[in-house]
């Protein structure tokens, strides 16, 4: 199961604390507000449980964090502009990490 984190976080050091979790979970960044991440159910649900205790006090007035659900076919089918290589990160996206 894929996972694409969205977020806006106003902020600058609680932003740059929420993404530093993003990356120590094993999710890779594609842009600068965007992530995306692989990983069974259980391991979802045990990243889920870590983030919304560590997250959910960093957030204040209009910060909001959108996880979606997303397979692999609509991965795949997404239409990239520019340079960006958002498929070559799906091989870093095979592991699956966890801080406890």
Same mark, same amino acid.
């Given at each position: #199961? ?14 740059? #604390?929420? !993404? ?6 094993? #999710?890779?960044?594609?842009?600068? !507000? ?5 990983? !069974? ?11 919304? !205790? ?7 007035? $209009? ?19 520019? $340079? ?17």
């Amino acid at each position: #199961m894929h996972k694409l984190i969205i977020y806006d976080i106003e902020d600058d050091k609680t932003r740059n #604390m929420v !993404s530093k979790l993003f990356e120590k979970v094993g #999710m890779v960044r594609v842009q600068k !507000s965007v992530f995306v991440g692989w990983g !069974s159910l259980v391991y979802w649900s045990k990243v889920n449980e870590l983030l919304k !205790s560590k997250i959910e006090k960093l957030l204040k007035g $209009n910060d909001t964090i959108c996880v979606l659900n997303v397979d692999e076919v609509a991965l795949k089918s997404c239409i990239l502009f520019g $340079n960006a290589d958002l498929f070559s990160t799906f091989e870093l996206l095979k592991k699956e990490y966890l801080i406890v």
